[in-house]
């Protein structure tokens, strides 16, 4: 068995790897696709200390910084299952079991897609899911965020005081968002609130500049110019698979304590499959190490097997 099983291997994975590696201890990843979210990232500036990089060279050095380590990587397996015995198992979808002493699930989130035409094709061209990560790519533009509950409206809060002109999209007939929020965007000189808009189509060439939807009170379609689109309507933890074993919050996240521990013994996690408020690369990374020493302190308080 591993003394450490990391299920997942974005950020979070890859840190919690490398610190329980550090301690001398048998560890190994399952991931369905190491680097996770970062695979899909193009520009990161903000993993402090390296002033700009790209996603898939970070995802190549984050690979070889874990490979430094003798760490078994099982790429491309997807767990299916987890369940404590003696040890803690990971069952995987092709059946396979591996066996863990602790087990760290890092296996992140998605952010929902919009499912229009365009949203696909323009990701990373002007499509974008994070105000903190991409906002300053837009300043001094004009942007959308479709979403009206509470992270819509603090992206467009957020995105208003760096690009020149936010315009918040919102299917129903009102925001969702808490009424002080409600109150703050409605309060910026350069925020437009559009309610009742249903997001047609993201148009563009090779980036987007603009988006098409249709009032739903009027049938009328309308077309907006833009330079970005920030979609913000959820993001979804990765964490059917241990429905029902883990203890999670109403968004589907596992929750943990400040040892990265869940609900089940031997059990730790860490990113943004937790309840963890601010879902970023550093933060993921540092829940990955606090897991890691988590699950060595618990390990070292157990009878030996
Ligand atoms: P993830 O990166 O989601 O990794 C999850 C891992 O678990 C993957 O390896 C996945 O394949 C695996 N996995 C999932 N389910 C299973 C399963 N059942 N079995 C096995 N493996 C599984 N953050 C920043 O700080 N700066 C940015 O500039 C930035 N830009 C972003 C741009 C985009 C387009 C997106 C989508 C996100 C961006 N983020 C950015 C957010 C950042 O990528 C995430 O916060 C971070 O990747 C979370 O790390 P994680 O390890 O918790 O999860």
Do not use: W
């Amino acid at each position: 068995p591993f003394d450490v099983l990391v299920v997942g291997g974005g950020p979070a994975g890859a840190a919690a790897a490398i610190y329980a590696a550090r301690k001398g201890i048998r560890t190994g990843i399952v991931a369905e696709r190491f680097g996770g979210q970062v695979n899909d990232t193009l520009a990161i500036e903000n993993i402090i200390g390296t002033k700009a990089t790209e996603g898939p060279a970070f995802v190549s050095s984050l690979e070889a910084h874990v490979l430094d380590y003798p760490v078994d990587i099982f790429k491309s397996q997807r767990a299916a299952r987890i369940e404590k015995k003696e040890l803690v198992e990971v069952t995987l979808e092709n059946g396979a079991v591996l066996q863990g002493k602790s087990v760290i699930v890092a296996t992140g989130a998605r952010y929902r897609q919009l499912g229009v035409p365009g949203e696909v094709e323009f990701k990373n061209k002007g499509v974008a899911y994070c105000p903190h990560c991409d906002g300053p790519i837009f300043k001094g533009k004009d942007v959308a965020v479709i979403g009206g509950g509470n992270s819509g409206v603090e992206a467009a809060i957020d995105l208003a005081g760096v690009v020149k002109h936010v315009t918040l999209i919102q299917r129903s007939g009102e925001l969702k968002a808490d009424q002080v929020l409600q109150e703050r965007v409605r309060s910026l000189p350069n925020v437009t609130v559009i309610t009742n808009a249903l997001t047609k189509e993201i148009t563009g060439t090779n980036k987007v500049n603009g988006l098409t939807y249709i009032d739903a009170l009027t049938n009328i379609e309308h077309h907006i110019a833009l330079e970005g689109v920030f979609v913000q309507i959820g993001l979804l933890p990765n964490t059917e698979f241990v429905e029902g074993s883990l203890e999670l919050n109403g968004h589907g996240e596992i929750i943990i304590d400040g040892h990265g521990a869940t609900s089940m013994p031997g059990v730790f996690a860490a990113g943004d499959c937790t309840n963890t408020v601010y879902k970023q690369i550093i933060i993921s990374m540092g829940a990955g190490a606090t897991a890691a020493l988590g699950a060595f302190d618990y390990m070292i308080r157990q009878a030996p097997v």
